[in-house]
C-alpha cells in the first residue's frame, strides 16, 4: 500500500513559477515509477512529468518541456515538480501517481494516486 499526499498548488499569476511536493508512505520500490499528471475542467487526465523512484531518467510532455522539472528526494521520500514561466493553460488540479509497472507511468497503468491539488494561472 502507498499513500500520496500532494501540497504547493495555488493561485498565481502567468510568467511566476510554484513547486509542488508529493510527499510519499508505505513500500516503495527503487523499480517504480513517480508521475504528475494534471486534470483541467472538462478534459481528460493528461501526462505531465515521470522520474524513477531511484532517480535517473525523467520524462515530460511536450507542453511543460524546458518549463516543469520533476525530482525527488529519496530522504524525505517526496517527489517535487518545479513549475516556472506558468501559463493559464497549465491551469488544472495536479495528480501525483505512482505505478509498479516496468513501463512508463500512464494513467491506466498507475497504481496509486493522490488526492490532488489545485494550480490556478490567471493571465
Known amino acids: 500500500q502507498v499513500q500520496l499526499v500532494e501540497s504547493g498548488g495555488g493561485l498565481v499569476q502567468a510568467g511566476d513559477s510554484l513547486r509542488l511536493s508529493c510527499a510519499a508512505s508505505?513500500?516503495?520500490?527503487?523499480?517504480?515509477?513517480m508521475g504528475w499528471f494534471r486534470q483541467a475542467p472538462g478534459k481528460e487526465r493528461e501526462f505531465v512529468a515521470a522520474i524513477r523512484w531511484s532517480g535517473g531518467s525523467t520524462y515530460y510532455a511536450d507542453s511543460v518541456k524546458g518549463r516543469f522539472t520533476i525530482s525527488r528526494d529519496n530522504a524525505k521520500n517526496t517527489v517535487y515538480l518545479q513549475m516556472n514561466s506558468l501559463k493559464p493553460e497549465d491551469t488544472a488540479v495536479y495528480y501525483c501517481?505512482?505505478?509498479?509497472?516496468?513501463?512508463?507511468?500512464?494513467?491506466?497503468?498507475?497504481?496509486?494516486w493522490g488526492q490532488g491539488t489545485q494550480v490556478t494561472v490567471s493571465s
Open positions: 501517481a505512482v505505478t509498479s509497472a516496468l513501463v512508463g507511468i500512464t494513467t491506466r497503468n498507475a497504481n496509486y
Open positions: 508505505g513500500r516503495i520500490l527503487s523499480s517504480y515509477r
